[in-house]
């Protein structure tokens, strides 16, 4: 069995006890997170505290390197390029409206290591810090992403260009298994913890929260219902096949549900207990 070195840190240097609080968790939910999923701890697992200047300019940095890997391993356009650059520029002020909406997001850093990056002030926003399964349930999320990173083994999902990367699958697609898988697990471990599966989206707001929490400004994040979507086709798939069927997805893109299948997840088992590319 591998041997997990978990980090947090503090980088805003005013969370001591919240880095501790999340490093306990990490330790606590690992096991039981890995045993839900069927997947393998990483060998490392990173956590970082940041202010909301400093995850907005990571965010950036983030976009800016999936673009520079994508022009160096795909054949591009120019015409291409051009247009993902200007598409970047005109969407950089998206972290702006959305960084008290997001508890936490995980994402390769700089120095080619995944990492999980959260604010401390969001966390507040979001209500995650009023009830402790609250902040279980984020990292226990986050923890799922660097599992599933993991397994994919160098599978590149990241991308600007995923049908050039032989993902022919809908970005909704990719949605849906990615953060579904993540919420399924979280769920699971919550039950498996606490008897219940808690929801920091039922704790209280804040006034911030409430400002930015606008129908045009949540187009911009993640679909709630990719969530919601994937968790069920999960559960579902999860029950009939188990996990090791299902988690051959992480290194196997055609195995990804259509958005057909993601409506009627009897369709997606079926195929993919036969083996059977999407189409």
Excluded at 103 to 109: D, G, I, V
Aim: glycine letters at 6%.
């Amino acid at each position: 069995m591998t041997h997990t070195s978990f980090t947090v840190l503090d980088d805003t240097q005013r969370h001591p006890d919240l880095a501790e609080r999340i490093d306990q968790i990490l330790r606590r939910v690992a096991p039981t997170v890995s045993e839900i999923t069927g997947l393998p701890l990483p060998a490392k697992v990173r956590f970082r505290l940041l202010t909301p200047k400093a995850w907005r300019e990571e965010t950036r940095q983030h976009r800016m390197r999936i673009l520079a890997r994508d022009i160096a391993d795909l054949d591009l356009l120019p015409a291409e390029i051009s247009a993902m650059r200007l598409a970047l520029k005109l969407g950089s002020f998206v972290p702006v409206l959305l960084w008290p909406l997001v508890p936490a997001t995980t994402q390769e850093a700089a120095d080619s290591q995944w990492e999980t990056t959260t604010i401390p002030q969001t966390l507040r926003h979001c209500g995650v810090l009023t009830e402790e399964p609250f902040l279980v349930q984020v990292v226990a999320h986050e923890l799922v992403h660097h599992m599933q990173e993991e397994a994919a083994g160098g599978t590149v999902w990241t991308s600007f260009f995923l049908p050039k990367r032989g993902v022919l699958a809908s970005p909704k697609s990719v949605s849906a298994i990615v953060e579904g898988h993540a919420t399924w697990a979280e769920r699971q471990t919550l039950k498996r913890l606490f008897g219940t599966a808690a929801d920091f989206r039922e704790g209280p707001k804040s006034w911030r929260y409430r400002l930015h929490n606008r129908g045009i400004v949540r187009r911009f994040g993640p679909s709630r219902e990719a969530y919601e979507q994937g968790s069920r086709l999960i559960a579902q798939a999860v029950a009939a096949l188990g996990t090791g069927l299902v988690n051959q997805v992480w290194k196997d893109a055609t195995h990804l549900p259509t958005e057909s299948e993601i409506a009627d997840p009897p369709s997606w088992i079926r195929r993919i207990e036969r083996g059977l590319p999407g189409v």
